[in-house]
């Protein structure tokens, strides 16, 4: 099985948010996903279409569609499992199912069907397994945000010293010319 593409777009076919599994053109995932509203038609009992190219198969999620594009030799079985994987993971990433919602945590999105799918393959995953992996800690990270806080109490205590000397020649400037002529 091989998944070309999973998104999450508006009813005319607006892509909010869509991961590519396969070196894949823009303008042609673009249009794929524009030719997807059209495709589907109302009162459709079955959850996929097939075109001469590709199979969709989608589920709507309240006035979204989630839909995964992938190629017809691929396992339908195993398409609708890595769907409905995906449909669990929505909800959980994005709390508001409306445009702004989904673009608000598009990376978390991103994020999290990396860890369903892999190379265009489903993973052997839960919902849960994919939270866990998603919210794991990196050391290399960490040692970063640590690095980056030293360097700003650094600074922020040589900002100090510098407000100190400068409040020293505030209160005695001919104190302060009086050490800088005897240092000349």
Known sequence: MVVLAASI???????????????????????LLAAFPKLVGNGKQHTYI???????VYQPIEGLYLVV????????LEDLDTLRLLSKLVPEYCPSLDDDGVCKTAFE?????D???SLGNKEKVTVQQVKE???MDSVEEMEYKQMMQEKIKETK???KKKVIEIEKTRVHPTLFLQTNMTSI
């Open 133 to 135: 992996y998603c919210e």
């Open 115 to 117: 860890e369903a799918i």
């Open 69 to 76: 594009i992938t190629n017809k030799q691929s396992n339908i």
């Open 109 to 113: 999105l991103i994020f999290a069907f």
């Open 50 to 56: 097939e075109t001469e190219n590709v199979r969709y």
């Open 9 to 31: 777009i508006s009813k005319s076919g607006k892509a909010l948010v869509s991961r590519q599994y396969v070196d894949m053109t823009r303008i042609r995932i673009e249009g």
């Open 157 to 159: 205590d040589f900002m």
